[in-house]
């Protein structure tokens, strides 16, 4: 095992030469303070991020109709899967970095909620990005497409592709980082005639907000958190919510009582296929 230097007496060309070039792929709240601690150590940080600014899926976008319905495509052009009316699940103490705290805020557009909405995370990773100096390191616009090491030399680097206005460059890096979440892709299930059923169908990454569900009868598959929330939204609008779920035993005790409660909530079982019913006319 390696022995812990000791930078006290360690000649100063040594420490030199241990300090890196590093990427960080992602600017949300791990690759931020990845890369703040990264340039605390004297390490040379760039840090790739796909979309127009900081926050990862803090980030809001709600413009969806460019995206496929399903999440089917290789790319996925819209990256958060927040909806409109998401607020933190979690208190506003334990969502901040411990240097930083998620402090409220009075000022126009503020939320000082202890559970606040999704904006107000993402203002606070703004604020954070700006006062540790983290936006300066940040290629904003720019995808990362590969990762692989780079063969023929004495130790390793990484060799990164990444892509920005239509342009393909490679760069060479001491270290890579991987910062990107994962909740961008949707996981569909699989289910008989999902493919070929013409209706509507959607993940609730591209949800945003349930207008579009006006007076129609609705099928959740799932019953997690994001499906409860998107659930009780939809039947403020819809005409019937039916919730299809694998188990009906880890319902949780509120969410059983909202349904029992609510007229156009309807538990069902799992959902075992998609079928077109052709109406019989009567002669």
């Known amino acids: 095992m390696d022995q812990p230097r000791n930078l006290t007496t360690e000649p100063e060309s040594t420490i030199l030469s241990s300090k890196k070039t590093v990427c960080v792929i992602g600017a949300g709240p791990s690759g931020l303070v990845a890369a703040r601690e990264l340039r605390k150590e004297g390490h040379r940080v760039v840090l790739f991020e796909q979309k127009h600014d900081v926050g990862g899926q803090w980030l809001f976008d709600p413009d969806v109709e460019k995206e496929d319905p399903l999440g089917r495509t290789k790319f996925m052009e819209v ?9 933190l699940l979690s208190p506003r103490e334990i969502m901040g970095y411990t240097d930083f705290p998620f402090l409220m805020k009075e000022g126009l557009g503020r939320d000082t909620r202890r559970f606040p909405g999704h904006r107000e995370l993402w203002l606070y990773l703004k604020e954070f990005s700006v006062h540790f100096g983290i936006r300066e390191l940040i290629r904003f616009n720019t995808r990362v497409e590969y990762v692989g090491m780079l063969e023929d030399v004495d130790y390793d680097l990484s060799i990164d592709r990444v892509e920005r206005n239509g342009e393909v460059v490679e760069e060479v890096f001491d270290a890579v980082v991987v910062g990107n979440g994962q909740y961008s892709y949707p996981q569909l299930p699989s289910i008989k005639g999902m493919k070929t059923w013409k209706r509507k169908q959607m993940h609730s990454h591209v949800y945003r907000v349930p207008q579009p569900f006006q007076n129609q009868v609705v099928v959740m598959v799932g019953n997690s958190l994001s499906a409860q929330d998107i659930s009780m939204e939809l039947a403020g609008v819809a005409k019937e919510v039916h919730i299809s779920s694998r188990s009906q035993k880890n319902l949780m005790e509120g969410f059983s009582k ?4 609510h007229e156009k909530l309807h538990l069902r079982p799992q959902v075992l296929g998609f079928f077109l019913v052709v109406p019989v006319l009567k002669k």
Do not use: E, G
């Open 79 to 87: 990256h958060s899967s927040i909806y409109n009316s998401l607020r």
């Open 258 to 261: 909202v349904i029992s409660k």
